[in-house]
């Protein structure tokens, strides 16, 4: 019989800590359900303490998730504990995730501490944390730079004072694969409550160096039975271990002898809903869920799969819900086919929403022949920018070589309408400059991407734009077959989220 390694998706935390990935609660609990669907075991729903979102959002997903279990996370401290118990009152299965610093770094530096006396803090953590919950993991932050020894040390005792499982985190994704199994085994050898299976050992690896699966893989093959993964491995700096890659690797790799929950096919849904509502891209050659995980482009290879599709393809596209044969949406799709294929998407429409989605889908089917994944999911969450204060009434722009360009713009700014024109170097800067000349605020224009083009002229462009004003650096995202009027929405995006 083969092993089970458990899944703990941390998207809703460490994903989404990420600058630019904010979800509201709403979009929080559709990736909640949907990781549910995807049959993940734990779900690491927030931060509660962090803020009033936070808070807010772990006591929904516990409302909307049936049998996942519910974590939360702390630091070491009882007002944390206290508040993230309250946060997950209505969560079926619940666990509170706290943890302190152990790597001589961390004492020295964050805590002014000395080893010993950070044992006490995680053992009277974990103690007061199972006042509340029977399930309390603890994590070991920068457990990959702990000496082996003392890290021991300090896996015993919050395993005797009560912790169901130990997290070992690379919080800064240094440690070399070989090294980080190495650890895994050591405490695996040296921890009698693990031996004795009061515990389980958990992997939580960073990718700054681009090991976080190697690791990942290094630990569970020495013995840790939870994987903590994000949808893409968004995450922190260079993200975390991704859950599609561990997943994959087990399936493909039977002969390991160690099975997940997940249904494979629900990834790529699972990934394109994390992107899109993220406005986080996914680099084309992302192993399992890149646009071109799956492309064969030169001869040689397009030879081969055809003759044998194994000759280069290790897995099924459609093992990991790749359908080459979706239903493609143009302007005569129903209603019913557009909500079939968003329902496919991991996104649930109904009444007015359904039938405001399906106008937008309408116009969009106008423009373009055949409307995409990337486009309904994109359609679907167009409602975010209805409430904001600042939209786009229209836009002109008058461009061409050899001349300067001219642009005219109207806005609506809370029911006042305004319009302004301006000349600039290119569409995109005479539209910004006109849209200064009404908005009249110190705004920089600090990061302007504008995302690959992938299946045709007529497609939707996707443009992130990072603005620093008062301070603070904003980020804001539009999409648009028009990329001019992408990108002034992704500048109004950012003036949105401006707090004063
Ligand atoms: O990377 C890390 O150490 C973490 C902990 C808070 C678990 O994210
Ligand atoms: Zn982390």
Redesign the pocket.
Known sequence: MSDRLFIFDTTLR?GEQVPGCQLNTVEKIQVAKQLEALGVDVIEAGFPISSPGDFNSVIEISKAVTWPTICALTRAVQKDIDVAADALREAKHKRIHTGIGTSDSHIRYKFNSNREEIIERAVAAVKYAKRYVEDVEFYAEDAGRTENEYLARVVEAVVKAGATVVNI?D?TGYCLPQEYGAKIKYLMEHVDGLSAGKAILST?C?NDLGMATANTMAGVLNGARQAEVTINGI??RAG?TSLEEVAMILKCHRGIGIDTNINTQKIYPTSRMVSSLMNMPVQPNKAIVGRNAFAHSSGIHQDGVLKNVQTYEIMNPKDVGIDDNAIVLTARSGRAALKHRLSVLGVELEGERLDATYQEFLKLADKKKEVNDDDILMLAGADRAAAHAVKLDYLQVTTGMGVKSVACIGLDIAGEKFEASASGNGPVDAAIKALKNIIKRQMVLKEFTIQAISKGSDDVGKVHMQVEYDGHLYYGFGANTDIVTASVEAYIDCINKFKK
């Open positions: 460490d985190p919080t939580h960073h995450g922190e975390n």
